[in-house]
Nanobody, 126 residues
Framework: QVQLVESGGGLVQAGGSLRLSCAAS????????MGWFRQAPGKERELVAA????????FYVDSVKGRFTISRDNAKNVLYLQMNSLKPEDTAVYYC???????????????????WGQGTQVTVSS
């Protein structure tokens, strides 16, 4: 079973940047599509970005396009989310997740994701 641990969250002013990392416990991760989700208080958890197992294909929700970049380093078993031009509405707990389907296309729906991290808080002040 893959264990995922997020880091890099924190408090930042609007317009600032953060880079989230998600470390996977095994090399198996390198064969799985991955995603970043977020959940704001009182709201449903939503997909922010997704990436194919080899990093060749990415997806972004409209609200973060042009500001966030998802990437992965399979040699280091790490998934990243670079977040620039942050807005107060980006405030949420951010989760990384993995779809355990071997070398599948990226997924944009939560039920496809099998492994989840514990989350990291991102707070953007105005």
């Amino acid at each position: 079973q893959v264990q995922l641990v997020e880091s890099g969250g924190g408090l930042v002013q609007a317009g600032g940047s953060l880079r989230l990392s998600c470390a996977a416990s095994t090399r198996t991760y390198s064969n799985y599509p991955m995603g970043w989700f977020r959940q704001a208080p009182g709201k449903e958890r939503e997909l922010v970005a997704a990436i194919s197992w080899d990093g060749g294909t990415t997806f972004y929700v409209d609200s973060v396009k042009g500001r966030f970049t998802i990437s992965r380093d399979n040699a280091k078993n790490v998934l990243y989310l670079q977040m620039n031009s942050l807005k107060p509405e980006d405030t949420a707990v951010y989760y990384c997740a993995a779809d355990r389907t071997y070398r599948a296309d990226l997924k944009t729906s939560q039920p496809f994701y099998d492994y989840w991290g514990q989350g990291t808080q991102v707070t953007v002040s105005s």
